[in-house]
């Protein structure tokens, strides 16, 4: 079961919808405990409580499946809505 605590979750677009980077944190007490980054396609604890879970959540096949697919189903999906706010971008920095 992954933490039902506060969570922010993010979408990055670079290029609209070419290359798009999904990061959700999971805060308790105004900190941050555990995150999931799209680019590294894995869950990263940032605390001891963190790093347990991280390393629960990664071995479970459905949990990973589901969170990779979330780039498709929630940021592409939305990406119309997130539209008006976001800040074109072309290439990585420095490129």
């Known amino acids: 079961v992954v933490p039902t605590t506060c969570q922010n979750t993010e979408c990055y ?3 609209g919808t070419e ?3 999904l990061v959700q ?10 995150m999931f980054d ?4 894995k869950f990263v ?3 001891r409580y963190g790093k347990v879970n991280a390393k629960r959540l990664n071995s479970i096949p459905a949990i990973m499946k589901d969170r990779q697919a ?14 008006p706010f976001t ?3 072309r290439g990585e920095r420095g490129a």
Do not use: A, M, P, W
Request: include cysteine; aromatic fraction near 18%.
């Open 13 to 15: 677009f670079i290029n």
């Open 19 to 21: 290359k798009v980077r």
């Open 25 to 34: 944190r999971f805060v308790y007490n105004r900190q941050q405990f555990l």
């Open 38 to 41: 799209s680019d590294l396609g």
């Open 45 to 47: 604890g940032e605390t």
């Open 70 to 83: 979330l780039v498709d189903t929630f940021c592409r999906h939305n990406y119309k809505l997130f539209r």
């Open 87 to 89: 800040v074109d971008r």
